[in-house]
T-cell receptor
Framework: DTEVTQTPKHLVMGMTNKKSLKCEQHMGHRAMYWYKQKAKKPPELMFVYSYEKLSINESVPSRFSPECPNSSLLNLHLHALQPEDSALYLC?????????????FGSGTQLSVL | GEDVEQSLFLSVREGDSSVINCTYTDSSSTYLYWYKQEPGAGLQLLTYIFSNMDMKQDQRLTVLLNKKDKHLSLRIADTQTGDSAIYFCAGEIISGGYNKLIFGAGTRLAVHP
């Protein structure tokens, strides 16, 4: 199993809603990532978890709250988002946080904030 | 910090070779990567090259690295319509004690009959 599975594939939410994005991998990877990708732009790193601990937060606003319940799961909790937060949210995993990060990406959740 | 630049668009005929170019600024990247993104999908790692190598070949893919000029290229031989996608090059830097990928803006490859 070399897949990173993300749900839902599409999400439309209002600015007052609370929603969560989910990510799962069963490759035994110990590093998991959230990236944000705006249209026609490269992915930008948001958060990195290493061995279930948050190791990097790229100055992401607190309306985005990551959670790593176990080594296979990564969530991104969303609350009070703004329309400019509309983007493709990509989850990725890698063996660990050493050099030569071969990242495996999920297909992403396309988020629209109204 | 690292800055990675790519040309934004490339159009080739089916069967021809495609060459996608990338320049980077931080020569401390240990590895350099090429990722492919098809519409509505995540990124797929195509290949990577260690910084002390000049060339790496993997089936239809050839990566050339010129460290002096900080130039990386990806050649796709016998380009097929299924190769139509956005191709991102990425460098790896140390940031806050951790390795971090910095992506270029992506090159959209269009393959026409």
């Amino acid at each position: 199993d070399t897949e990173v599975t993300q749900t839902p594939k599409h999400l439309v939410m209002g600015m007052t809603n609370k929603k969560s994005l989910k990510c799962e991998q069963h490759m035994g990877h110990r590093a998991m990532y959230w990236y944000k990708q705006k249209a026609k732009k490269p992915p930008e790193l948001m958060f990195v978890y290493s061995y279930e601990k948050l190791s990097i937060n790229e100055s992401v606003p607190s309306r985005f709250s990551p959670e790593c319940p176990n080594s296979s799961l990564l969530n991104l909790h969303l609350h009070a988002l703004q329309p400019e937060d509309s983007a493709l949210y990509l989850c990725a995993s890698s063996q660990d946080r050493s050099t030569n990060e071969k990242l495996f990406f999920g297909s992403g959740t396309q988020l629209s904030v109204l | 910090g690292e800055d990675v630049e790519q040309s934004l668009f490339l159009s080739v005929r089916e069967g021809d070779s495609s060459v996608i170019n990338c320049t980077y600024t931080d020569s401390s990247s240990t590895y350099l990567y090429w990722y492919k993104q098809e519409p509505g999908a995540g990124l797929q790692l195509l290949t990577y090259i260690f910084s002390n190598m000049d060339m790496k070949q993997d089936q239809r893919l050839t990566v050339l690295l010129n460290k002096k000029d900080k130039h990386l290229s990806l050649r796709i031989a016998d380009t097929q319509t299924g190769d139509s996608a956005i191709y991102f090059c990425a460098g790896e830097i140390i940031s806050g004690g951790y390795n971090k990928l910095i992506f270029g803006a992506g090159t959209r490859l269009a393959v026409h009959p």
